[in-house]
Each structure stands twice: as structure tokens, then as C-alpha cells.
């Protein structure tokens, strides 16, 4: 096939242009993320690319005339957002529709191709510029940039089919077109299915207080519920008394989200599987546990001093502790290790002194 001297001239022209577009990259990506930012949608990532100079060369041979300037070529510069959900695909597209100059002419929503047998799973493609509200918005005036909105589903199913060479339905060979399909269709119902399993876990969050009150010994343990019972009594209380009886502070907003999963698992370890049991529990040893606290805790500084103060949980981490002292069947390893309390003292260090603090405040010999 003969090479257009047009092409030639473009893809050189291209070359030369090369940096600009790298930063025009940077700065799709930076508008990008700042409207991500603003609207808290919470998304996997976000990236961008520029074309390389032989993607481009090829895309001209395969559209013969259909180019006559670089600024016709509407994805030299791509963005990527890649959504946990499909839904937050919709939501995306949204904010992308209102907050920036829509090029409908090369702009895609693949996921409104309503065909039976529609090969491909993917997302939605848009080309844009700013709105120009803003001071690097004139950085895009002569050049758009292309947005692409993909799940981790549509995204994975994207890559696995270019990793193939499957550019198309009449690039699939006929036997395997059918399986293509299926996987289309499960990779659909489990987008859907994370998506319906999203929803459920809000809506339970949003309904532990009403039935925290009503009902607590209906509400098991695990990460949610643990989430909000440490902002409650009786164990914002309890961890109040703790955090005083060593005159430090209770570090209410100290940023541990595996906090939650690692006291959870303590509890379930220990045989507490209600937040019912473990309100129980706290508000009938409540004393004991401040005074096992502030004994133990000026002995073992090193775990929790770096961090200023105590933090939240502190009153179940300790009741957690007195119950493992109180079982011999239990593994005190297992408590260190849910804890995630190796690598300042030894496990041995940690586990004699817990023992001695134990039997100390109780009185008696810890099992």
C-alpha cells in the first residue's frame, strides 16, 4: 500500500508536537481529577496517555483521507477513569456532560448498544474540551481531549480483548464468537450484582442506629457495625475513661480504617458476635477494664505512644485482652497477630506482660 505523503506530514508534524501533547496529557488529567475531587465520587483511578506516533500512523493508513490536520484526530490525548461500579460509570458521564463541551459527533456511549448479541463490553467514550471557566482551560481551545469511563469490569474485559487482537465481531473466528457473548453476559450480571451488594451495604449502614436501639442483640459483629459502635457508648464512654485514667487524649479522628475489621475479628476470636453481647459485656465490666487499661498501658508505651494518645477502641481492645487471659483455650499469638501488634516488643514480651498485668489487677493467676 502506498503511504500518503499527508500522513507522512501529519505523523511528523505529530512528533514534533510531541511534548505539548504530553502536557496537554497532564493537564486533561489534572481537570479531570479536580471535577472527580469535587464531586466525591469515590473512583479507582484515574489516567492518561498520549498516542504514540506509530498508533497514529496506523490510524491514518487504516482511514485513508479521512484526516487532513491533527486537530481532526480527536484521541491523540486520552483520559481514563476507571469506576469500582457501573452505576459510578453513569455518574461520570454526567459530570462530564454538564462540566465540559461535549463533542457529540465523535463521542461513544457503547453501553447503550441495546443488540442481543452486541460483541465487546465496554464504556463510554467522550471527546471534550473545558467549559473555559478556568486559567489552563485555554490549554485545550484548538485541542480536545477524549474522556474514557470504564467499571474494573468493562476495564478488564477491555484488556483481555485487545490482549487478544479481537478488534471486532468479524475479527472472532465463529466458534469462539458464542463464548465471547456468555462472557459478555456474566461479566453484565456481576457489574450488576457488586453494584446491588454496594447498595445493600449502604442501606445496612444507614440502618444500624435504629436497630443498634431496638434490636441490638440481632445486630451481628463485623466491620460496619464496629464502625459505628465506636462512636457510641458504651465505648466512646469506656474509651473516654480509659484516655483520662492515662491523661492523654481519646484520638477520635486517628485515621485507621483497618481498625474497625482488626477489632471485629478480636471480638468474634474472643466469642462476642452481637453488638447486644458486647454492650453487655462492657457496661458489666466497664471498671475493670479502665484499671486493667491503665495498668497496661504505661508497660507496653512503645505499641501506642507514637501515636499521642489512645485510640478509639482501646476499651475493646483491652476487654478482649482480659477475656484471652481469662480462656486458656484461647491462643494469646492469635490476639497479638489479629492486633497487629508485632514489631516493637516480641510476642513473648507482649504476652508476659499482659499475663502479669492481668493477674495484678485481678488478683489471680492469668490461664
Known amino acids: 500500500m502506498l503511504v500518503s505523503p499527508m500522513n507522512d506530514v501529519l505523523v511528523q508534524a505529530?512528533?514534533?508536537?510531541?511534548?505539548?501533547?504530553?502536557?496537554?496529557?497532564?493537564?486533561?488529567?489534572?481537570?479531570?481529577?479536580?471535577?472527580?475531587?469535587?464531586?466525591?465520587?469515590?473512583?479507582?483511578?484515574?489516567?492518561?496517555?498520549?498516542?504514540?506516533?506509530?498508533?497514529?500512523?496506523?490510524k491514518l493508513l487504516r482511514k485513508p483521507g479521512r484526516y487532513g490536520a491533527l486537530d481532526e484526530v480527536t484521541d491523540l490525548v486520552a483520559v481514563r477513569v476507571i469506576?469500582?461500579?457501573?452505576?459510578?460509570?453513569?455518574?461520570?458521564?454526567?459530570?462530564?456532560?454538564?462540566?465540559?463541551?461535549?463533542?457529540?459527533?465523535?463521542?461513544?456511549d457503547k453501553s447503550k448498544m441495546h443488540d442481543p448479541d452486541r460483541f465487546g463490553y465496554m464504556g463510554v467514550h467522550y471527546v471534550v474540551r473545558p467549559l473555559g471557566h478556568g486559567p489552563a482551560d485555554a490549554a485545550f481551545e484548538d485541542h480536545p481531549f477524549e474522556i474514557q469511563i470504564r467499571s474494573i469490569l468493562q476495564h478488564a474485559w477491555a484488556e483481555i480483548e485487545h490482549d487478544l487482537g479481537y478488534k471486532n465481531r468479524e475479527a472472532v473466528p465463529r466458534e469462539v464468537r458464542r463464548r465471547f457473548y456468555r462472557l459478555?453476559?456474566?461479566?453484565?450480571?456481576?457489574?450488576?450484582?457488586?453494584?446491588t451488594l454496594h447498595r445493600l451495604s449502604k442501606d445496612y449502614a444507614a440502618t444500624l442506629p435504629e436497630r443498634v436501639h431496638d434490636a441490638p442483640d440481632s445486630v451481628y459483629i463485623d466491620v460496619q457495625s464496629l464502625q459505628y459502635m465506636l462512636d457510641v457508648d458504651p465505648v466512646r464512654d469506656l474509651d473516654t475513661r480509659v484516655a483520662a485514667a492515662l491523661n492523654v487524649l481519646l484520638l477520635t479522628g486517628w485515621p485507621d480504617p483497618e481498625r474497625p475489621q482488626r477489632l471485629a475479628g478480636l471480638l468474634q476470636y474472643v466469642g462476642v458476635h452481637s453488638v447486644g453481647a458486647l454492650q453487655?459485656?462492657?457496661?458489666?465490666?466497664?471498671?475493670?477494664?479502665?484499671?486493667?487499661a491503665a495498668l497496661l498501658m504505661p508497660r507496653l508505651r512503645e505499641t501506642w505512644t507514637p501515636a499521642g494518645g489512645a485510640r478509639?477502641?482501646?476499651?475493646?481492645?483491652?476487654?478482649?485482652?482480659?477475656?484471652?487471659?481469662?480462656?486458656?483455650?484461647?491462643?494469646?499469638?492469635?490476639?497479638?497477630s489479629l492486633l497487629d501488634m508485632t514489631g516493637v516488643l516480641s510476642t513473648a514480651?507482649?504476652?508476659?506482660?499482659?499475663?502479669?498485668?492481668?493477674?495484678?489487677?485481678?488478683?489471680?493467676?492469668?490461664?
Open 312 to 336: 478509639p477502641g482501646t476499651s475493646i481492645v483491652h476487654f478482649g485482652l482480659m477475656r484471652a487471659c481469662a480462656n486458656p483455650a484461647l491462643d494469646p499469638r492469635e490476639i497479638v
Open 83 to 108: 469506576t469500582y461500579f457501573e452505576s459510578d460509570v453513569q455518574a461520570v458521564s454526567r459530570l462530564v456532560e454538564e462540566r465540559f463541551d461535549v463533542d457529540w459527533a465523535h463521542s461513544i
Open 14 to 58: 505529530y512528533e514534533s508536537a510531541l511534548p505539548e501533547y504530553e502536557r496537554l496529557r497532564d493537564a486533561a488529567v489534572a481537570v479531570t481529577n479536580a471535577l472527580l475531587q469535587s464531586s466525591g465520587l469515590n473512583i479507582h483511578h484515574v489516567t492518561g496517555r498520549v498516542k504514540r506516533p506509530a498508533s497514529l500512523a496506523d
Open 184 to 195: 459478555a453476559g456474566l461479566l453484565e450480571m456481576a457489574d450488576e450484582e457488586f453494584m
Open 280 to 292: 453487655k459485656e462492657l457496661r458489666r465490666h466497664g471498671p475493670e477494664i479502665v484499671q486493667f
Open 349 to 367: 514480651q507482649l504476652i508476659s506482660t499482659v499475663r502479669d498485668t492481668y493477674a495484678e489487677a485481678t488478683g489471680r493467676r492469668a490461664g
